[in-house]
């Protein structure tokens, strides 16, 4: 079955973050497949490299760009979103006359045609947030 | 339809606010996960509007959740424990999930 997956809350911040990562671990590991995580409001603060969280705990930006790099994930940041709280690729920090990006591998900045796209073609949407 | 109600009943009102669109429909679940599992526990103000509504309803809390909060001895009876490949089972058993944030 496929599932795709949407993210409304930033990292460390309750837990969505948290229950949508092991969410979408134990789709994969039950056979299904993620055909798309979404991540929107500040759920994008999710796909941001420069985090540096204690050497004790979890990594929650990592976590996602390795289980994409696992499983081939496509993980996409809302464009609109992204750009109101500073999260940007290369592209478009050049087209915006920034000096740096800072977006983490495995994710991608996109619109929201992707989560209606990804609704479309999948066959649940799961939605965790605040 | 699977319910997911995230957080507790004495945060916001999505618990009601599911209860009162979603009790008295057929084929619908609740699941109950994060801070949303204390909608599941015993002796609370909302225990009574839960236990009504699981006369029409399938209720279930999320297993690891309740653990994380020490309250996992405190389940009404009649709530079914589910961890996330249960979860996962879940919203593959239901046409429609809805996360009521």
Redesign the interface.
């Known amino acids: 079955?496929k599932?795709a997956i949407m993210i409304?809350e930033g990292p460390y911040t309750?837990?969505?973050a948290d229950?949508a990562y092991?969410?979408a671990?134990?789709?994969l590991?039950?056979g299904?497949e993620v055909t798309r995580v979404f991540f929107y409001h500040d759920g994008v603060n999710n796909a941001t490299r420069l985090t540096v969280p204690p050497a004790d705990d979890r990594h929650i930006v990592n976590r996602w760009s390795e289980l994409a790099k696992a499983h081939d994930l496509d993980l996409v940041v809302c464009i609109a979103a992204a750009q109101r709280r500073g999260l940007m690729d290369e592209n478009e920090a050049k087209r915006q006359g920034k000096d740096a990006n800072n977006i983490a591998p495995g994710f991608r900045i996109s619109g929201l045609g992707q989560l209606v796209e990804a609704g479309i073609q999948s066959?649940?949407?799961?939605?965790?947030?605040? | 339809m699977l319910h997911i109600i995230n957080k507790s009943p004495f945060e916001n009102n999505s618990l009601a606010s599911c209860l009162r669109v979603a009790g008295a429909a057929k084929d619908h679940a609740i699941l109950f996960i994060e801070d949303g599992v204390y909608g599941a526990t015993q002796g609370t103000a909302v225990e009574k509007s839960v236990r009504d509504a699981m006369a029409n309803m399938a209720v279930y809390a999320l297993n690891p959740d309740l653990e994380a909060r020490g309250v996992q001895g405190r389940v009404m009876n009649g709530v079914k424990l589910v961890d996330y490949d249960g979860f996962v089972d879940l919203v593959a058993e239901h046409d429609n999930v809805q996360s009521w944030l």
């Open positions: 079955m599932f409304n309750h837990q969505a229950s092991l969410f671990r134990a789709v590991a039950k299904h066959d649940r949407l799961v939605v965790f947030g605040d």
